[in-house]
């Protein structure tokens, strides 16, 4: 009965581990010249082509007929949210550091938060404003922002900052209504038809072809594909469709964990002691939330 309470959070803090081990293959694919835009495209187009072969080989095709007029939860899920926070936050870093332009795009979970209110009725409780600010903090001291605070950030490069955040939250809530008639499945798979199509024309993914000849950026292009995003979003989305809106979203940030122990492991970072105290924060708020 315990583990049946608690293993949507478990999914979600699975799916928040599989993200923060993205920079091993992003940083891997910009060594070999793709530009943040063809990345983005590799990471969709490949997890669109892993989920329909995985449906077409387990006799699951079933699991893509839906209904017209829901295309648009679709278009909210891979549009909306995964193209859009993307662009929003690889501008964000060409104008701002990436430590302030990450923390900016955790700013998703008060986003959730709000819209989850507005939406679904969610009650926003003492627990969940906690939560919401000890992840901030956590996100600020992981990134460094605090306590080396800069005032020299631009108003374009805060609101795309600020829209990658929103972008990032807007999963969760067109996912919540798609997960009202759809399968995890079904909304990952569209999800990411959708995210290609949209992206696939600007990307210019076809002048790099011959690199694709390489049989690493095969691999690396198939780790992109399977682990922080067909995988992790899978997870996400089950976990999704069992918990509050809000609370799978404040359970996600549990992400720059994972990306700071891959800086640590794979890049030789060091950690600092304000780390120390913002990972022991997102965890603090992560066991409260789950707890509430």
């Not at 662009?87 to 795009?105: E, G, P, R, T």
């Not at 049989?215 to 292009?221: D, E, F, G, H």
Request: proline share 2%; glycine share 8%; with cysteine.
């Amino acid at each position: 009965m315990m583990f049946n309470k608690h293993w949507p959070y478990l999914y979600i803090a699975s799916a928040a581990v599989l993200w923060g081990i993205i920079s091993i293959f992003v940083k891997s694919l910009a060594n070999y010249g793709f530009t943040s835009l063809q990345i983005v495209t590799i990471r969709v187009i490949t997890t669109s082509l892993i989920l329909l072969q995985y449906l077409y080989l387990t006799n699951r095709l079933s699991l893509l007929r839906i209904r017209l007029k829901d295309i648009s939860l679709f278009i909210g899920t891979g549009i909306a949210s995964i193209v859009f926070f993307n662009w929003c936050y690889f501008s964000a870093i060409q104008q701002i550091s990436v430590s302030i332009a990450a923390v900016l795009l955790y700013t998703a979970p008060a986003f959730v938060t709000i819209l989850a209110r507005i939406f679904f009725g969610e009650q926003i409780t003492a627990t969940k404003l906690f939560a919401l600010l000890g992840t901030f903090i956590g996100c600020a001291l992981i990134t460094g922002v605090i306590p080396h605070a800069s005032s020299n950030i631009s108003v374009s490069g805060l609101l795309l900052g600020l829209g990658s955040g929103l972008g990032y939250a807007l999963y969760s809530i067109f996912g919540k209504f798609a997960l009202r008639s759809y399968t995890p499945w079904t909304v990952t798979t569209y999800t990411f038809i959708i995210a290609s199509t949209a992206v696939l024309p600007f990307s210019e993914i076809w002048e790099m072809t011959d690199i694709f000849t390489d049989w690493r950026v095969i691999l690396l292009s198939l780790g992109l594909g399977i682990f922080p995003t067909t995988l992790a979003y899978l997870l996400y989305t089950a976990g999704l469709h069992r918990i509050e809106t809000s609370k799978a979203s404040i359970t996600s940030t549990l992400e720059p964990i994972a990306a700071t122990a891959v800086g640590i492991f794979i890049f030789n970072e060091t950690l600092s002691l304000g780390q120390i105290l913002g990972i022991g924060l997102i965890i603090a708020a992560v066991i409260a939330i789950q707890k509430e």
